[in-house]
Every structure is written in structure tokens, then in C-alpha cells.
């Protein structure tokens, strides 16, 4: 190959890829004034923090979580220390709302149910077509508890956690579907580090957020095939200070979490842009993941030395 054709191609593709970054739109928050957005566990963490800012654009939101069920429960047969607990968690998710309308939503609702129950998810799209006429954006983000600890051979844990953290997720985009595709809307699924590289302490959680990386993927290959106009965006998020992930991991884990606002942000940008996938932050996602195919084993290495195990809560 001749000298120019070494130095032309490189440079032709850089100038290619400039081109095609740059002429991707930019994010404006006035593109969700007036969408039809559901937020799937929006109750704490970063779900909340996306119903805000969504309210803040004026968006319509939904917002699930399990806590009107638990409402339910408290009002019928539980005992007063729970109530008392339960209550409170539930008046916390209706504040949720409260504060979306407060902040400027078209409208904000609340629906709840547990996702263990694959029926609460088609009441769920149902609820959207009934109330909002429609769906313009599926934000699936909810994450059912586990623990953090070595695997405890637990096999109906996994079971559990994969009804929860992925085949809801699979249930909820079959309903959503036919709307999805009415308005050209996206798919938006949260997912983590632990979906792309295997992290220890986390067994259960890890496989089912590598199940959402295989099933989104290639459902995104089938859309692009048959010209289905809905966008998947894979969100892979590292370590963030919600007040559930700090509780299990800031003993053990040797890093500083990233705010969940920005985070919760960065997702809502990249789902209405469409994106592929969001990395956040992503020099400590991207960069790493660049390691994966061509240096495995320094990478498990450079994980494993970002825990201290010897801080893990007994079991
Ligand atoms: N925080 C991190 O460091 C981090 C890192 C990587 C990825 N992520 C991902 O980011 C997403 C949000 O994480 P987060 O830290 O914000 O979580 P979080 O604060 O623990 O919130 C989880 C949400 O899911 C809901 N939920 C739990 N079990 C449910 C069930 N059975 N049915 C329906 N809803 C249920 C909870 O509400 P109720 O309890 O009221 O139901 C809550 O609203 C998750 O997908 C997580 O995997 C987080």
C-alpha cells in the first residue's frame, strides 16, 4: 500500500466520523414538552431524579413503583410498626408526584404494582393508552434488591431478580409496542458496568443486566432490519450516589460515585436523541470497556482491585 493511501484512509475516516458526530442534533428540553414518558421504578434514585427534570420540560409523566400497593396493604391488614414505615415510603412516591406537578409537568400519575408480577406491567401500558392516548418514550429503570456479597447458591433469588430486572422489561416493551411505534417513540433501558463486564459481589444482578444487553441488542438489529421506527438506548451506568447503591457498595467499593441528577439527565438525553448508548460518566465506563475484547484479564484485574472484600457485611 502507498504512503498516501496509509495516511489518506486514516484521515478520511477521522474526517468521516467528524462529520457524522457532528451532525447529530443537539439535546433541547423543549423536545419533551408534551411527551408521554414512563419512568419505571421512579419512586428514589435516579427514576426520580428523571421524573423531575422530564417534569421540568413539561413532559406528561407515569410514574411506577410498588408503593400504592404497599399503601393498599397498610390500609387493610398490617400491623402499626409497618404501617407506620410503609406509609411513609408510599407518602414519599406520592410526593414524587406532587413535585413533578409542582415543577411543571403536563401532567404527572402515579401507578403502581410489583414487576414481579408481569401482569402489573401490561396494567401498566394500559393505564399510558387509557390516560395519555399514547407513548412516546419507555424509560425501563426499576431494579428489584439483592445483595451485595459473594454468590450465596441462591437460585430462587436469580429467578426472582430476572422476573423483575429483565423479563418485566421484555413484558413492558411487548405492551408498549404498538404505541412505540404509532408516535416513532424509544425505548430507553437502564442498565449498568455489571451488564458489560462481570463484577463480582453482584452474581445475580450482573446476570440479568447482561440478559437486557442481549435482548435489546438484538431486538435493535430486528427493528433496523424491518425499518421499525423505535429507538433502543442502552444505558451503562457506573457506580451512582443513589441512596441504595451507597448503602450496599460505598464500604467496599474504591471510587467516588458519580451525582445521580447529571446521571439521570445524561439517560433522558440520550434516549431523545436516540442514541445507541449512554455511557455514564463515561470515561470510567467507555474507557474501560475499550480493554474487554483485547485484554480481558487486565481488566478483571483492574476490578477486582477496586473493592476492598474484607469490608463486606457478614452474611
Ligand atoms: N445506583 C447505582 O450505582 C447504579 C449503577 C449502575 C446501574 N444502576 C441502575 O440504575 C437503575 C436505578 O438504580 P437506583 O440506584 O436509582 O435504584 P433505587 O434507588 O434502588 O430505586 C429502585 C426503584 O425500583 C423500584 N422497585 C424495586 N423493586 C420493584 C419491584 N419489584 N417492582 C416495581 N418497582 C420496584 C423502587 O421502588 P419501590 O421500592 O417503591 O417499589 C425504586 O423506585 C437500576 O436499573 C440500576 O440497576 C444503578
Redesign the pocket.
Known amino acids: 500500500m502507498g504512503l498516501l493511501q496509509k495516511i489518506l484512509i486514516p484521515v478520511l475516516g477521522l474526517v468521516l466520523a467528524f462529520c457524522f458526530y457532528s451532525s447529530r442534533e443537539n439535546f433541547k428540553p423543549e423536545m419533551l414538552k408534551g411527551k408521554r414518558v414512563i419512568v419505571?421504578?421512579?419512586?428514589?434514585?435516579?427514576?426520580?431524579q428523571m421524573v423531575y427534570h422530564l417534569a421540568r420540560m413539561g413532559a406528561h409523566v407515569l410514574v411506577?413503583?410498588?408503593?400504592e400497593a404497599?399503601l393498599q396493604q397498610v390500609n387493610g391488614k398490617l400491623g402499626t410498626h409497618t404501617c407506620t414505615h410503609r406509609h411513609r415510603?408510599a407518602n414519599l412516591?406520592l410526593q414524587v408526584v406532587e413535585r413533578c406537578r409542582a415543577l411543571g409537568a403536563s401532567s404527572a400519575r402515579l401507578v403502581s404494582?410489583?414487576?414481579?408480577d408481569m401482569a402489573?406491567t401490561r396494567q401498566l401500558v394500559e393505564v399510558a393508552e387509557a390516560e395519555l392516548g399514547g407513548l412516546d418514550m419507555l424509560i425501563l429503570?426499576?431494579?428489584?434488591?439483592s445483595y451485595f456479597n459473594y454468590f450465596d447458591g441462591d437460585v430462587g433469588h436469580v429467578q426472582k431478580l430476572l422476573n423483575?430486572?429483565f423479563l418485566?422489561y421484555v413484558a413492558m416493551t411487548v405492551s408498549a409496542l404498538p404505541m412505540l411505534k404509532r408516535s416513532g417513540g424509544s425505548i430507553v433501558v437502564?442498565?449498568?458496568?455489571?451488564g458489560k463486564v462481570g463484577f463480582p459481589f453482584t452474581v445475580p444482578?450482573s446476570a440479568t443486566?447482561f440478559a437486557l444487553d442481549g435482548f435489546f441488542s438484538s431486538l435493535r438489529q430486528e427493528f433496523s432490519i424491518q425499518s421499525v421506527n423505535v429507538s433502543i438506548t442502552l444505558c451503562i451506568?457506573?457506580?451512582?450516589?443513589?441512596?441504595?447503591?451507597m448503602r450496599a457498595?460505598a464500604d467496599v467499593l474504591l471510587m467516588s460515585?458519580a451525582p445521580?441528577e447529571e446521571c439521570a439527565l445524561e439517560i433522558i438525553k440520550g434516549g431523545t436523541l436516540r442514541q445507541r448508548e449512554v455511557y455514564y460518566r463515561y470515561a470510567s465506563t467507555k474507557l474501560p470497556l475499550l480493554l474487554r475484547d483485547w485484554a480481558a484479564e487486565l481488566l478483571d484485574l483492574l476490578v477486582r482491585q477496586r473493592y476492598r472484600p474484607e469490608r463486606l457485611r457478614a452474611a
Open positions: 419505571t421504578g421512579a419512586s428514589t434514585g435516579i427514576g426520580e411506577t413503583a410498588r408503593t404497599k415510603k412516591t404494582g410489583s414487576m414481579e402489573t429503570n426499576h431494579v428489584g434488591k423483575i430486572n418485566s437502564v442498565s449498568s458496568m455489571a444482578y443486566k451506568l457506573g457506580f451512582i450516589d443513589t441512596e441504595n447503591a457498595a460515585p445521580k
